[in-house]
C-alpha cells in the first residue's frame, strides 16, 4: 500500500515538474512578447499592440490552466 | 474542480506546513507555481496597459516654430535648436543650398547627442558608434534600433519654420 502512495507520488512530481518547466517556457516566451511590445510601441508602431495583448492573454490561460493542473495533481496524489 | 478550492480535506495548516518532507516540496512547487502564474498575470496587464495606451492616448499638437532664416546656415553647417520643448535638442542641417534637414538629436540607442559629419553626409553618434542618414535619419551602421525622429520644416518667407515631428 505504502509503496503504491510513493508511486503515485513519484508520477504527481514528475507531471509537477512538467507543468512547471511548461510554465517558465510560457513566461519566458511573454517577457519577450511584451519587451518586444513595449519597443515597438515607444518606436511609434501602435499597430502590434492589439495582437500582442491577445497573445499575452493566450499564454496567461496557458499558465493559469497548467497551475489548476499542479493544483490538482498535487491533490490527488496526496489522497 | 473549483478554481480556489483547497487542495485536501485535512487543516490548513496540515497542509501548508506538513511533518513530511515530500509533502513540504510539494508545498513549495505549487507555491511557486502560482507565483509564476501571478507572474505571468502581470505580463497580460502590462500588454493590456499598452494597449490601452495606444488606443487612448492623445495625438501631439505641435507648435508652428521659427527654427532659423534660411540664409543663416552656411551649406554643410548645423544650427541646433529645441522642439517642441525646450528639452528636446534638435539638429537642422542644410545638405545643399536648397535643402535643410532637421532631426531630434537624441540617438535613439541610448539618448546621446548626435552630431553633423559633413565629409560623410552623416550623422553621427560618439557614444557607441552609431550613424544615420542625413537624408532621412535612418540607421546606416552601429547599435541605434531606429531612425531618427525627423522635424518636420515649412519655410514661411527666409524662415524655416518647425511644424511637427515625424516619428517612423
Not at chain 1, 518547466?21 to 519577450?32: D, G, K
Not at chain 2, 510539494?26 to 495606444?54: C, D, E, H, P
Not at chain 2, 546656415?73 to 535648436?81: D, E, Q, R
Not at chain 2, 559633413?118 to 532621412?136: I, M, N, Q, W
Request: aromatic share 10%; hydrophobic share 45%.
Amino acid at each position: 500500500m505504502s509503496a503504491k502512495i510513493d508511486l503515485t507520488r513519484r508520477r504527481g512530481l514528475v507531471a509537477i515538474d512538467g507543468a512547471m518547466a511548461l510554465i517558465i517556457l510560457l513566461l519566458i516566451v511573454q517577457i519577450w512578447l511584451l519587451s518586444a511590445t513595449l519597443e515597438a510601441f515607444l518606436a511609434g508602431h501602435a499597430g502590434v499592440a492589439l495582437p500582442a495583448a491577445i497573445f499575452s492573454g493566450l499564454l496567461f490561460s496557458g499558465c493559469l490552466a497548467l497551475n489548476l493542473f499542479v493544483d490538482r495533481v498535487d491533490q490527488d496524489s496526496r489522497r | 474542480m473549483p478554481l480556489f478550492s483547497r487542495p485536501s480535506k485535512d487543516a490548513l495548516w496540515q497542509d501548508e506546513f506538513s511533518i513530511f518532507t515530500a509533502d513540504e516540496r510539494y508545498v513549495s512547487r505549487r507555491q511557486f507555481a502560482k507565483f509564476l502564474t501571478l507572474a505571468s498575470l502581470g505580463m497580460f496587464v502590462g500588454n493590456l496597459w499598452i494597449l490601452f495606451r495606444s488606443r487612448f492616448s492623445k495625438t501631439p499638437v505641435f507648435p508652428a516654430v521659427p527654427v532659423a532664416s534660411r540664409e543663416e546656415i552656411p551649406v554643410g553647417a548645423v544650427k541646433l535648436f529645441t522642439y517642441p520643448s525646450p528639452q528636446d535638442h534638435c539638429i537642422l542641417v542644410r545638405t545643399s543650398e536648397n535643402d535643410y534637414r532637421a532631426y531630434s538629436q537624441k540617438c535613439t540607442h541610448l539618448s546621446c547627442a548626435v552630431y553633423y559629419e559633413p565629409e560623410t553626409e552623416r550623422l553621427a553618434c560618439p557614444c557607441h558608434l552609431g550613424y544615420f542618414s542625413v537624408k532621412d535619419g535612418s540607421v546606416l551602421q552601429g547599435p541605434p534600433p531606429r531612425p531618427l525622429p525627423k522635424i518636420q520644416l515649412a519655410r514661411r518667407g527666409q524662415d524655416l519654420v518647425a511644424i511637427g515631428v515625424e516619428v517612423s
